[in-house]
């Protein structure tokens, strides 16, 4: 049974950093993308970031892009977002998915797998 667990959310102020941790457990293919998303309050559902294994390379939304970076380690099954200068517009519970049908751009594609999701708030 695939497994995603995030950690890492928290409050911060603007400005500030955190990193979020996906931890990946129960899933044995090579190829895979893993997405994180967020939502807001009053918000739809946005796709944040899409990392390939593929290629190893990942693919930014234009409000984090500059900001936002995803790493993997492969000896831990974690793959993370490190979340630099944040917004309190970044405010959100972010959650990460597992897909083995690839990104559409930023997007992971048809997730099968996610996790619960950490809160972020970012609040002077």
């Known amino acids: 049974q695939v497994q995603l667990v995030e950690s890492g959310g928290g409050l911060v102020q603007p400005g500030d950093s955190l990193r979020l941790s996906c931890e990946v457990s129960?899933?044995?293919?090579?190829?895979?993308?893993i997405g994180w998303f967020r939502q807001g309050p009053g918000k739809e559902r946005e796709g944040v970031s899409c990392?390939?294994?593929?290629?190893?390379?990942?693919y930014y939304s234009d409000s984090v892009k500059g900001r936002f970076t995803t790493s993997r380690d492969n000896a831990k099954n974690t793959v993370y977002l490190q979340m630099n200068n944040l917004k309190p517009e970044d405010t959100a519970v972010y959650f990460c998915?597992?897909?083995?049908?690839?990104?559409?751009?930023?997007?992971?594609?048809?997730?099968?797998?996610r996790g619960q999701g950490t809160q972020v708030t970012v609040s002077s």
């Open positions: 129960g899933f044995f293919l090579e190829n895979y993308v």
């Open positions: 998915a597992l897909s083995v049908y690839g990104c559409s751009n930023h997007v992971a594609v048809g997730y099968d797998s």
């Open positions: 990392f390939s294994s593929s290629n190893g390379r990942a």
